[in-house]
């Protein structure tokens, strides 16, 4: 696919191989070769408690496999402080994402701080995303006064706005009614265009997970890839278009 925004010579990825994933003496899930990379849009997809958060935390760096190895590629070289090579490179939006303290504008603006965007750019950047997830009504209300929605598409907005070049949505549009969810695969079709690579994890499938062009599926503590063929039976009601979709394997 095509790279609009980032470079199309080096595109990022992460790479895991022979992988295995057990807490205690459970095994979680197992996987022989699993490759995310810029350009990518994968679906996650498993029964709750298959090990979906689990797998994106390894992706993330947050959490180390029990057995096998993940590394990064066509990343700038980590600090020599950094430890864990894989941490800030994959980014990971947790389920119940967190916010900083302070305002919706403030969670907003600080996101961008660690860019370097010229000022008319960063304004420009920071606009579009509050008219897309909506929230100039909210701008001055403390984050932590948001309605679990208004939380996810705040901190969607925020990762829309850092614009990272991969990014893992842990059931973004969960806890969502149809319009949040509209304006938030809006955003995420958006950063696909931009070629970033999208990792998506829901345990059913959605307008978000039609976006998909690759699945992943924990199955019998195994991870199964394939090629997500979403086949788009659209029933067009008022205002509101439903979606309807295989996959093949
Ligand atoms: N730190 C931990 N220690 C022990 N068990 C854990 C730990 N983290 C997760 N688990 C267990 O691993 C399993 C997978 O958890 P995980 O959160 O990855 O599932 P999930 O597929 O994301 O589920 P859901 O769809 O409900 O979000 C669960 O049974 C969970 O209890
Ligand atoms: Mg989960």
């Not at 760096?61 to 800030?88: E, V």
Request: one cysteine or more; hydrophobic letters at 35%.
């Amino acid at each position: 696919m095509q790279l609009a925004n980032h470079s199309v010579k080096s595109p990022v990825s992460i790479q895991a191989k022979n992988i295995l994933m057990q807490f205690n003496q459970n095994i979680l899930f197992h996987a022989d070769e699993l490759s995310f990379s810029q350009g990518d849009v994968i679906y996650l997809q498993g029964d709750n408690g298959s090990g979906k958060s689990t797998l994106m935390k390894l992706l993330a760096g947050l959490l180390s496999p029990s057995k096998g190895q993940i590394h990064s590629h066509g990343f700038k070289q980590a600090p020599w402080w950094r430890t864990q090579s894989l941490l800030g490179k994959a980014v990971y939006l947790h389920q119940h994402p967190y916010l900083f303290e302070g305002s919706v504008k403030y969670n907003l603006t600080y996101a961008l701080d660690q860019r370097s965007l010229l000022p008319e750019q960063r304004k420009k950047r920071i606009d579009q995303a509050i008219n897309m997830a909506q929230l100039t009504d909210l701008l001055s209300h403390h984050a932590s006064d948001l309605s679990g929605g208004e939380r996810q598409r705040l901190a969607i907005a925020r990762a829309w706005i850092a614009q990272p070049k991969l990014l893992m949505l842990d059931e973004p549009i969960s806890n969502m009614d149809k319009q949040s969810q509209s304006l938030v695969v809006a955003m995420i079709n958006q950063l696909k265009q931009d070629g970033t690579g999208l990792l998506i994890s829901s345990h059913q499938t959605c307008g978000l997970t039609a976006l998909c062009q690759q699945r992943w599926h924990i199955q019998q503590n195994t991870i199964h890839t394939s090629m997500h063929v979403p086949r788009v039976e659209a029933v067009h009601q008022t205002n509101t278009t439903e979606f309807h979709y295989g996959t093949t394997n």
